[in-house]
């Protein structure tokens, strides 16, 4: 997996390995199932029509099965592009620190991590019904650090929980460095 590529410290541990809720990925699912179906509906629509269109069709129809075939190929690789980046998009949460790895594009990956000693700030923000149902939202970290990049997840599941795993995780790494 790709989170063990990371280089953890001596008594580092991962406490978690968290990726996106299962709902992100079937919206976006779900519409390139409507754009693999558009097409056949409208071959269906068209050949319910009498006259010279379903002539035209009768005699085409070999050129629309050779089209829509190459259609769903294209669908098939924008499914395959959703799961790579579903698959390799993941927050690691270790007990010192924060390691968020971002699939940009195919053979494009952004690593980014932060010590819990330097969190300032955890929000939790969950909007609408269908959020609150379903117990997704995003985070957005905040550190005590000159750089303006901010740590913020979206779609992550059950954010309330994964806050309150982050804070007890900070909470006994600063309660560890006082000592």
């Known amino acids: 997996m790709i989170f063990e590529k990371i280089n953890l410290e001596d008594d580092e541990q991962v406490l978690s390995v968290i990726r996106r809720h299962w709902f992100y990925v079937f919206k976006q699912c779900f519409f390139i199932f409507v754009l693999a179906v558009l097409p056949l509906i409208a071959y269906f629509i068209l050949n319910s029509l009498s006259g010279d269109i379903r002539a035209i069709l009768t005699l085409y129809t ?31 949460i270790t007990n010192k620190r924060i390691i968020k790895i971002d699939q940009v594009t195919l053979f494009t990956r952004q690593t980014g991590s932060f010590r819990l000693e330097r969190l300032q700030d955890l929000n939790v ?9 379903l117990d997704y939202g995003t985070i957005h970290a ?30 006994a790494q600063m309660s560890k460095n006082s000592l």
């Not at 923000?125 to 149902?133: L, S, V, W, Y």
């Not at 740590?151 to 806050?163: N, S």
């Open 62 to 92: 070999t050129h629309f099965i050779f089209l829509y075939s190459a259609w769903l190929l294209i669908n098939w690789m924008m499914l395959a592009g959703i799961w790579t980046d579903h698959y390799l998009d993941i927050w690691c």
């Open 125 to 133: 923000e969950i909007k609408g019904i269908i959020a609150t149902i």
């Open 142 to 171: 905040q550190t005590a650090s000159a750089d303006v990049e901010e740590f913020k997840a979206t779609y992550l599941p059950r954010p309330q929980e994964i806050k309150s795993l982050i804070l007890k995780a900070a909470d």
